[in-house]
């Protein structure tokens, strides 16, 4: 597959460009693998990155439901986030009163029961499963589920909160990282820290990328070749993260 070979190349050692290397622009907005490819090459997204993500299933399988009960809490403590949720309530959850104001919903209800199980899937994805093309497939989902596209009915999620999600959830795995790192389980000593928080800034910055691109301006998505402003806060967000968490890490004499 196209994007393996980028990801070769990477492990091989070949970090810096000796050629010019071409892509065609239109094209990142009609193929997801060669998007994929792209966006994993320029960051250098790489085999070893994926390993390091699946061997830490071993600590982080047991916590998901902690990771997704913070994410839920988070969104549940600003207006505009659990704004988003209140107004699917009709839809989802038929069987409880609906006639409740803002404040009063809960996460006991079927809808965030519902949704909660659909991010503890999509976590336990990322930590075990390949990165193939389903798993862009899965990147790609991510997005087109939360906005509403052609004629799209369902949740319609603005790009900052988006931002702010994958913001808060990057920061809850580091945290976790750094939890199992310093505790006495077995394995924390051997854990590569520097390496996996690397990898998962990585993965997200891909992830919110594919999102993102649910955002642009339609001509886009098309491979129009028109000149346009795409958005990539995301993206770029998120490897920033990256490299403050490096520069903890750095502080906390883990390199």
């Excluded at 070949?14 to 960051?43: G, P, Q």
């Excluded at 503890?120 to 994805?125: E, N």
């Excluded at 991510?142 to 913001?167: C, E, P, Q, Y």
């Excluded at 691109?213 to 995301?234: I, M, S």
């Amino acid at each position: 597959n196209e994007y393996k070979s980028y990801l070769r190349v990477i492990d091989q050692g070949y970090k810096t460009m000796v050629e010019l290397k071409e892509i065609d622009e239109a094209r990142l907005y009609t193929d997801n693998v060669y998007r994929y490819s792209y966006y994993s090459a320029f960051v250098e997204f790489s085999e070893t990155d994926i390993k390091l993500i699946h061997e830490s299933a071993k600590f982080l399988g047991g916590r998901v439901g902690v990771l997704v009960d913070k994410v839920y809490d988070k969104l549940f403590s600003f207006s505009c986030t659990k704004e988003v949720f209140f107004r699917e309530r009709v839809k989802h959850d038929k069987d409880v009163d609906v006639d409740v104001n803002l404040n009063q919903y809960s996460q006991s209800t079927p809808q965030i029961g519902m949704r909660k199980a659909a991010l503890k899937i999509f976590i336990v994805k990322l930590v075990t499963k390949p990165y193939d093309e389903k798993m862009i497939e899965e990147f790609d989902r991510m997005g087109w589920i939360h906005t509403a596209v052609s004629g799209k009915t369902s949740i319609n999620v603005a790009l900052i909160h988006m931002n702010a999600l994958l913001g808060f959830l990057q920061d809850a795995v580091i945290e976790e990282i750094f939890r199992y790192k310093n505790s006495d389980e077995e394995g924390a000593e051997e854990l590569d820290a520097e390496g996996t928080v690397r990898a998962f800034g990585k993965a997200v910055s891909i992830l919110g990328d594919f999102i993102a691109k649910w955002y642009e301006d339609p001509r886009c998505r098309k491979g129009a070749q028109e000149t346009f402003q795409a958005t990539t806060v995301l993206g770029v967000g998120s490897l920033l993260a990256g490299v403050l968490s490096y520069a903890y890490l750095r502080s906390k004499n883990f390199l």
